[in-house]
Each structure stands twice: as C-alpha cells, then as structure tokens.
C-alpha cells in the first residue's frame, strides 16, 4: 500500500516568489493535515481537513497562505509571496475518516528555502 | 491539551533496552498519550499510544503510571536504525483533538 505521497521534495526560491506544494494521501483516508516543520522544533498544525471542508485552519496565516483539497483527495499548499521565515520543511499527514484516535500517516515532507 | 516534558537526548548501546521518560504532570482523564518518532529527513511516524493500561505492540512498549501523570516509552532491543527524535504527546479524542508536538528527545544508538 502507499503512503503518504508529497511532492516536490525540495524547492528552492527567491522570496517574494510564490511556491506551491502538492499531497495525495493514503486512499480512502479522509481526514488530512499539513503541518509546517522549522529547523529543531516539532510539527506545527497548519490546517486539517475533514474530505473537502477546512475544519481547523486557525494556524494558517491567511494574509499569504491558502490550501485546498478540491474532491476530498488530493490537496494543495500555496504560499504567496513567499518570505525568508518561510523556510521550513512542509508536511501532509492524514488518517482514515471517523478514526477516534490521532494515529496518523505522515509523508517525507517538502524542504522550502527562500533565499 | 496537555503538554509534557521530555529530555532533550538520550544515548543507547545498541542491543540494550531504550527507556525514554516523558511528564504529562496536567493530562485530563480523557487524554491519550501517543508516541511518535521521527528518523531523519522523514515525517513522524506513530509508535504506540495509550489511555491508562500499559501497551505493547511490534515496535514497542509503554508503561504509564498509575497516576497517569508520566510515562516510559520502551524500546527493547534498540538498533542503529532506532536514531531518530522521539516524540511524547497527549492528546483528547473527537473532532477537537490534535496532536500538538514539542521538541521531543533525541536518542542516539550507538556500537
């Protein structure tokens, strides 16, 4: 079976750029997140989907990120313009739909420098 | 959620068991505790979690205490591929809960 599948795996870009990041998560697993890594710390909950509804983006920072998941699949991270704070490593998870517990599926992740 | 406390590195000798130590001193009684870890250039991956009874599984073991307020994650044979940053989190159930993560403890195994 597959996991978590995340592409690219690096991406490097000059700020002001926009950058967009793609997850498709194991199938039949409805419930998916992206969390965002900085160096030596912890992943950050970014937004959680529940198939195609955003039901916690509380820590997206709106002014310049967006994310969608448009048929409850596949979902797309988008930052725009990007900023040198930025640079972190982007993680997709996600778990199958009506789990009651928090074992979730993590991908590789996509290493963002803005340079 | 509760939050916990976790060393931040720990070495190991390969072959000899990893007792990892975590403190979730304010969990609630409806909180879980879950352990993560976390090998290089890799998403977390889960181990084990766990409400108030020890658990094992194939990867490893936890023993929580009794009070609930901390825990030990064990792995019993520790191999050079069991490097990684381990993660001790705790967390509800339902529609609210996420997975908050700290900086976790780094454990090194070494020859």
């Known amino acids: 079976e597959a996991g978590v599948v995340q592409s690219p795996r690096y991406k490097i870009i000059e700020k002001k750029q926009p950058v967009a990041f793609w997850c498709n998560p194991i199938?039949?697993?409805?419930?998916l997140y992206w969390y965002r890594q900085n160096l030596g710390q912890g992943p950050e909950l970014l937004i959680r989907?529940?198939?195609?509804?955003?039901?916690?983006d509380s820590q997206l920072p709106k002014d310049r990120f967006s994310a969608e998941r448009l048929k409850g699949v596949d979902s797309t991270l988008k930052i725009q313009p990007a900023e040198l704070g930025d640079s972190a490593v982007y993680l997709c998870a996600s778990k199958p739909g009506g789990s009651t517990n928090e074992k979730l599926f993590f991908g590789s992740g996509t290493q963002l420098s803005v340079l | 959620d509760a939050k916990t406390t976790q060393p931040p590195s720990m070495d190991c000798a390969e072959g000899r068991a990893a007792n990892l130590p975590c403190n979730h001193s304010t969990i609630s009684g409806n909180e879980y505790v879950y352990w993560y870890r976390q090998i290089h250039s890799q998403g977390p991956q889960y181990i084990i979690h766990?409400?108030?009874n020890n658990e094992t599984n194939e990867m490893a073991s936890l023993i929580i205490t009794e009070d609930r307020k901390s825990s030990t994650l064990i792995l019993p044979h520790a191999t050079l591929r069991d490097t990684a940053v381990y993660y001790c989190i705790v967390s509800g159930t339902g529609t609210a809960s996420k997975l908050t993560f700290g900086t976790g403890t780094r454990l090194q195994v070494t020859l």
């Open positions: 199938s039949g697993h409805n419930t």
């Open positions: 989907y529940e198939n195609e509804e955003a039901v916690d």
């Open positions: 766990g409400l108030k």
